[in-house]
């Protein structure tokens, strides 16, 4: 997910990491700073640190959109028209030879393990679709459905364009906005359900 005001500079660059030489020196950030700056030192299995990976979720309807499209823990509200996913997957990843590991859960949180790329192949063992397709995480029967909603897949810096499928959006007026930035039209799809 990102910002409507990203997609230029993703579509000349790719997605970049903060770290990248092409980064975005005007990135609209839209989620909790105060969680990024722990995933930049957090220190993952391989001894790098999650902040060293661009964050994917498997599903859509986040609890980080959630907090986002309501402007909860000091985190800026922003419209749903005006967040974009950004789709990939997991074969684009792969076929562009990109560094990747991939997690059980919310990446900081104690009980998530971590997979490397030697193991995608048993990728669906490893996450809870169940759980990552769920529309709502809670349940007070399960309280560890939203580490498990919130399983991520993490590329190890920039994406490039061509990895890049495909792009959801909330409404019509959101779809234009892309369509006025020289994306194809069968690469958008509007998706309200998708948010909240």
């Excluded at 919130?150 to 490039?160: C, K």
């Amino acid at each position: 997910m990102t910002h409507v005001e990203n997609i230029p500079h993703i579509l000349q660059h790719g997605i970049t990491h903060i770290n990248s030489p092409d980064r975005n020196p005007a990135y609209v950030p839209i989620g909790d700073g105060s969680l990024i700056a722990n995933r930049e030192n957090f220190i993952m299995h391989n001894g790098l640190r999650l902040g060293d990976y661009i964050p994917f979720y498997f599903g859509t309807r986040m609890p980080m959109l959630f907090v986002i499209h309501n402007g909860f823990n000091n985190v800026k509200k922003t419209a749903s028209e005006q967040i974009i996913y950004c789709i990939t997957s997991v074969f684009a990843i792969v076929d562009h030879q990109l560094e990747f590991v991939y997690t059980d859960g919310h990446g900081v949180d104690e009980l998530t393990g971590f997979f490397g790329s030697d193991t995608v192949a048993d990728i669906l063992d490893h996450i809870d679709k169940a759980a990552i397709d769920r529309k709502y995480w809670r349940d007070d029967k399960d309280l560890d459905l939203k580490r498990r909603k919130e399983a991520e897949f993490l590329v190890r810096n920039d994406i490039p364009i061509g990895a890049i499928l495909g792009y959801a959006v909330y409404n019509l007026a959101a779809k234009q906005n892309l369509l006025n930035l020289g994306i194809d039209e069968a690469l958008i799809a509007i998706r309200p359900n998708f948010y909240f």
